[in-house]
């Protein structure tokens, strides 16, 4: 099976938040907050934001345009709502004022680098670093078995048209961060708990998109999970190292190269842990690379980016999210034109985490490896509306106007009942 996500992408595999999902006969007890997290100084949006419970690994993160839903258990009313993210001062307020409010609105001021506080030596190199942080993996995250509810996007496109959504709640069983024998081989153990999406769009267009299991791919982006970081020597000499502002003031190192066309940020903390990567790669004018896709088209590559980043809870650090995005140019290889453009958005944010009594998933529950779109169930919309999902923006717009031509997306959900 051949797909995007080759090993030479790996290179920095990345697209989330973190612990079980309460009982349908609790959905009335739970609060919703509804806000947006923004720049205190520019006031530009700030994505990926994560919003939470204080002393629980469970919570959110904010869209694209800063904003979130959070549903909130009645347990957890007397505590703190927090909203942290790299580069900026931690917020917090009282869960039961925040719930009072309309739309709370979160100014995050900017950290500010204060280079006497580096723990980290400053005669490390670059590549050093790096290399210190991957051999403590096991050191710095969890080496006993967690179970993670989830949540995961999956957004189509094509030329200049948004043609399919597919959304689903997942459990995820993952055993340890152990190096694994065989990095392209899920060790974590899925399954779906809910599945809703969009009507199929017109058949021709499937073969443009890969119709195994995307999700699973995700997953194996987790290069500090899997160690698909790349090993060459060359790719090492190219790093450099500065100091920028972390999480809640405190400053954190940043490995990096930056280059044209290709571009990567690792952000190491003073444990020599690995907190975010984000990598981009591709021009959209040279493909980053192709491969055959059957006899007649060749798929090209011409832009990636991921991103992931891992949130820390009593001295480990869970998965908060996985990102990533990719263009496509389907080209016909007798001719050389170029016939479709595509584009593929996905994110897994993990809502919560449980590590006190993790369930192992049997195999009769477990996550086949062909697509989500031929495992979906009926659509549960009670559940759906209490659930912790990422707010729905991307689904605005142009996307939104695009996905409901055929009907609205309720009505499309309801269509799998």
């Keep these: 099976m051949q797909n995007q996500n080759q090993s030479t992408v790996r290179l920095v595999g990345l697209l989330f938040m973190i612990g079980l999902f309460w009982p349908v006969n ?37 869209n ?7 549903h909130v258990p009645s347990k957890y009313q007397s505590k703190e709502l927090s909203v942290s993210t790299l580069g900026y001062q931690d917020f917090k307020i009282d869960i039961e004022t925040a719930t009072k409010q309309n739309i709370l609105l979160v100014l995050l001021k900017p950290g500010h680098t204060i280079l006497d506080e580096v723990m980290i030596s400053k005669d490390l190199s670059a590549a050093n670093l790096l290399r210190i942080a991957i051999a403590r993996i096991e050191i710095n995250y969890p080496m006993s078995p967690i179970e993670m509810d989830g949540f995961y ?7 200049d048209e948004y043609v399919g959504l597919i959304e689903a709640a997942v459990k995820v069983y993952d055993k340890n961060y152990q190096k694994p ?7 974590e153990r899925v399954s779906l708990v809910e599945v809703r999406r969009t009507i199929d769009y017109d058949y021709k267009l499937e073969k443009y998109f890969n119709q195994y299991n995307m999700l699973e791919d995700l997953l194996l982006e987790n290069l500090v999970k899997y160690r698909t970081f790349n090993n060459e020597a060359e790719f090492f000499a190219s790093l450099e190292r500065k100091i920028v502002p972390g999480y809640n003031n405190k400053p954190i190192d940043m490995v990096f190269i930056e280059q044209p066309g290709y571009s990567l940020k690792v952000y190491i903390d003073e444990n020599y842990a690995i907190r975010k990567i984000v990598f981009k790669w591709g021009n959209g004018q040279d493909p980053v690379y192709s ?11 011409m832009y990636l980016e991921k991103q992931i980043e891992f949130q820390e809870f009593e001295g480990k650090l869970f998965l908060k999210y996985i990102a990533a995005s990719y263009v496509n140019n389907w080209t016909n290889r007798k ?20 590590y ?23 659509y549960n919309k009670e559940f759906w509306d209490h659930y912790n999902v990422i707010k729905d923006m991307p689904l605005n717009g142009k996307v939104l106007f695009d996905l409901e031509k055929l009907a609205g997306l309720e009505d499309q959900f309801k269509s799998f009942e």
């Design 356 to 378: 006190k009594n993790p369930r192992w998933i049997p195999n009769s529950e477990k996550m086949k490896r062909y697509g989500l779109q031929f495992q979906h169930s009926s």
């Design 153 to 159: 996007r999956d957004i189509k496109k094509v030329d």
């Design 291 to 301: 491969y055959r896709k059957s006899r007649k088209l060749e798929n090209r590559v």
């Design 26 to 62: 609790s959905y009335a007890q739970s609060l919703i907050i509804s806000g947006k997290v923004i720049d205190a100084e520019n006031h530009e949006p700030l994505a990926y934001a994560t919003v939470g419970i204080e002393g629980e690994a469970y919570g959110t993160i904010t």
């Design 335 to 354: 001719t050389s034109e170029t016939e479709i453009i595509t584009r593929r958005d996905q994110t897994l944010l993990v809502n919560k985490v449980n």
């Design 64 to 70: 694209l345009a800063g904003e979130f839903d959070l």
């Design 181 to 187: 024998r065989n990095a392209t081989k899920l060790r």
